[in-house]
T-cell receptor
């Protein structure tokens, strides 16, 4: 089983739709969680951190469920510019005194006009 | 200056060549990372430096040799690579190596490497 798994998609949704992605992780000792966005042939960009209490940033809402070991990202009122690959990242906690950040497989989103 | 700069942007090399990738940040971050990303795959962790010391090596072949000459600079020396090593090589930095609340906030734009 991979350490961090996502449905690769693609998710094709019309503009204005609400779309949700899930990400599961296998290591229960994982300490922190993030969502990144990556456009084609570009570097990943940090979208938001994910907190146990849930957090929102504009149209984006992230949730963490430690008991079931998954995180989610909800995008409301999708825009064409939201088309990208969304990667969840899990911090496995200190290894040799350093954080180890592991990427999920990524979910591709296409927002259609 | 909140950015990570990688050079070169593109690199084509033969299997017998020796080349180096460079990564620089001036944010005072003490942890720096090398990731490798193949097409349509997620980034895979290669190396982590913490306070200029190699702290994680994800069983990377010895034809890849990292170096951290100072707290702002990270190099990846390449020698005798194989065509399957062709990929996007990404550098990232984070403020805190093992305190609480760390995040991998900044990635460089990457070096797109082709091995012929």
């Amino acid at each position: 089983r991979k350490e961090v798994e996502q449905d690769p998609g693609p998710f094709n949704v019309p503009e204005g739709a609400t779309v949700a992605f899930n990400c599961t992780y296998s290591n229960s000792a994982s300490q922190s969680f993030f969502w990144y966005r990556q456009d084609c042939r570009k570097e990943p960009k940090l979208l938001m951190s994910v907190y146990s209490s849930g957090n929102e940033d504009g149209r984006f809402t992230a949730q963490l469920n430690r008991a079931s070991q998954y995180i989610s990202l909800l995008i409301r009122d999708s825009k064409l510019s939201d088309s990208a690959t969304y990667l969840c990242v899990v911090n496995l906690g200190p290894t040799s005194g350093t954080y180890k950040y592991i990427f999920g497989t990524g979910t591709r989103l296409k927002v259609l006009a | 200056d909140t950015e990570v700069t990688q050079t070169p942007k593109h690199l084509v090399m033969g299997m017998t060549n020796k080349k180096s990738l460079k990564c620089e940040q001036h944010m005072g971050h003490r942890a720096m990372y090398w990731y490798k990303q193949k097409a349509k795959k997620p980034p895979e962790l290669m190396f982590v430096y913490s306070y200029e010391k190699l702290s994680i090596n994800e069983s990377v072949p010895s034809r890849f040799s990292p170096e951290c000459p100072n707290s702002s600079l990270l190099n990846l020396h390449l020698h005798a690579l194989q065509p399957e090593d062709s990929a996007l090589y990404l550098c990232a930095s984070s403020q805190d190596s093992a305190g609480t609340g760390g995040k991998l906030e900044y990635f460089g734009a990457g070096t797109r490497l082709s091995v012929l």
